[in-house]
C-alpha cells in the first residue's frame, strides 16, 4: 500500500508550508491561545455550575451570586459548625497556587476533607474538567490571604459561624 497515513499527510504539507511560514506562525499562535481562552472559560462554567463559589466566595449565596468575580474563590471567613468542630471554605486560589497543573488532577481526585465540602463529587471531575477548573483558577489574579484555620470540636470559634445540627439520635 502506498497511500499515505494521515499524519504522513499532515507533515508533507507542514513542510510545503514551511517556505510561507512567515504569515502561518501568527495564525498557529492564535489558534493556541484560543483554545488556551476555551479551556478558562469552561473551567469558569464548571465551577459555577458545580456550585464551588457558594461556598469558597465569601457572600456569594446571600448575594444571589452577585459578588464581583474578581473576588471569587478567595475562601471565607464563615465558619461551619458541627460534630467534625468549624470548618472554613477555603482559598483555592492560594491552594491550587502551591501546586502543578498534574499535581491538582491528583490531589482533586483523591480529596477527602470534611463538611460541608462535597469531596465525593470533585474526586468524579474528570482530568479534563480538573485541568480546565485549574487554568480558570490560575489566570484569577492575586491569590489573597488564607481562610480561617479549621477548628477541632469542642473549640468555640468565633462568630460568623453556622451551626450544623447533630444527626437525630436513633
Ligand atoms: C457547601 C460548601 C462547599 C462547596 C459547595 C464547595 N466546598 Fe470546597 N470546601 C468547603 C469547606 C468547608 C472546606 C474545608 C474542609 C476542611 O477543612 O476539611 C473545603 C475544602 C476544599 C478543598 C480542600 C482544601 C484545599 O483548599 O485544598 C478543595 C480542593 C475544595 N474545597 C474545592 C472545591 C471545589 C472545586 C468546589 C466546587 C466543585 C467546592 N470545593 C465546593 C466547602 C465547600
Redesign the pocket.
Known sequence: MTMSTPIAALAALAIAAAPAAHGAEPQAAKSTSKRAAKQIERGRYL?TV???N???SDGFAPSDGKVPEKDWLLGSPLG?RGPWGT????N?RL?LSRMSEDQWVKY?KA?K??P???WF??NLWNDSDLRS?YRYVRQLGPVGEPAPQ?LPPGQEPKPPYILWPAPPKS
Request: charged share 10%.
Open positions: 465551577l458545580g456550585s464551588c457558594d461556598c469558597h461551619f470548618t472554613y471554605a477555603t483555592l491552594s482533586a480529596l476533607a470534611r460541608p465540602m462535597p463529587n470533585l477548573f479549621a
